[in-house]
């Protein structure tokens, strides 16, 4: 689906996952700063949204989803995954109930795949799933920000910032208000500074929870009954993750950022064994060229890397 703010000045259309809306207006940097600073927002338009009404709703969600929901309070928010039945993620969803719905939103054409998974397990619940993508566009406002929210729009509040579902109708008139515009690469900048995973993107065929810090924040582990809790629990109470996610500072005299799949591997190493590949790499205005990466457990946390042919300094996000 395409934004219409791509036909705000300046706007470079992004590629790949994040098709259809716009990967900077010009200047990447002024960009991250007015975000740092809580201003301007952020569109997102071209994420999934879906809803779940109904008197079972949340007793129903909390049968599938990784997280603790029976008893969500009204307007607070959270994170949920899906597993499959082996325990890899499937789906993220990004939720708020407002006191009658469920609104999610998740990755850009994954909602249909969710969806047709929710309805097969409806059974004899009283709920009823939708796809809203076509009616509401997900705008994200950083944290710090004032800009006011219209009555009646739902807001899912974090730490990172407001997530608003707006009426796709009114998205050009709330960025023309509540302006400027940044685009996907400076919020995806600020993503990997605060080691935040994202679903396509940290994760592969095999990702499990626990590889990528999701344990706590989209994954309640004083709950059962959903698909792939065996793999949650016995990997947390008798195992350890076979990856960690980490951080890396990438030397800042490369011209070009290591691309998703770089492999990753110790700068001592003259064989050159591969250790991990990078997931996702970006250009912050204050960090310079930074990165998330998966490695393997065992990699000392203070190891030199490469990610290709770039040095790279590794903080750690998930303990090995």
């Known amino acids: 689906m395409k934004s219409p703010l791509l036909s705000l000045p300046g706007a470079v259309p992004a590629e790949g996952r994040d098709e259809g809306v ?27 949204v879906v809803t ?20 969500l309070p009204a307007g607070q928010a959270t994170e949920a995954l899906i597993l499959s039945a082996h325990g890899h993620i499937e789906h993220a969803l990004y939720l708020v109930d407002d006191g009658e719905t469920v609104w999610a939103h998740v990755e850009p054409g994954t909602q249909e795949a969710l969806i047709a998974y929710l309805e097969s397990m ?44 707006l009426p796709r109708a009114d998205l050009e008139a709330y960025a023309a208000q509540h302006g400027p515009v940044a685009g996907i690469l400076a919020y995806e900048a600020l993503r990997i500074e605060q080691h ?87 250009r912050h205005h204050e960090l310079g060229p930074i990165a998330l990466a998966l490695v393997k457990r065992n990699v000392p946390v203070d190891a030199e890397l490469l990610a290709g042919d770039t040095a790279a300094a590794q903080e750690t996000v998930v303990e090995p």
């Open 22 to 48: 716009a990967a900077h207006y010009g200047d990447l940097f002024r960009e991250q700063r007015a975000l740092a600073a809580g201003r301007g927002l952020v569109d997102l338009s071209h994420r999934g």
């Open 52 to 71: 779940v009404t109904g008197d079972d709703r949340l007793s129903w969600l909390h049968l599938l989803l990784t997280q603790h929901v029976s008893e």
């Open 122 to 165: 409806k059974f004899f619940y009283r709920v009823e799933v939708a796809d809203r993508t076509d009616e509401f566009a997900v705008v994200h406002l950083p944290a710090g920000s004032i800009a006011e929210v219209p009555d009646g729009v739902v807001v899912r509040e974090t730490a990172y910032g407001r997530d608003l579902f």
């Open 196 to 282: 935040r995973p994202r679903i396509g993107f940290e994760t592969d065929h095999r990702t499990i929870p626990h590889e990528l810090g999701w344990i706590g924040s989209a994954v309640h582990l004083q709950k059962g009954c959903y698909r792939g809790q065996e793999t949650v629990a016995r990997v947390h109470n008798l195992g350890k993750p076979p990856r960690r996610l980490v951080f890396l500072h990438l030397d800042g005299s490369e011209v070009h950022l290591p691309a998703p799949g770089t492999p990753v591997r110790l700068a001592a190493d003259e064989e050159g064994r591969q250790l991990g590949f990078v997931t996702t790499s970006g």
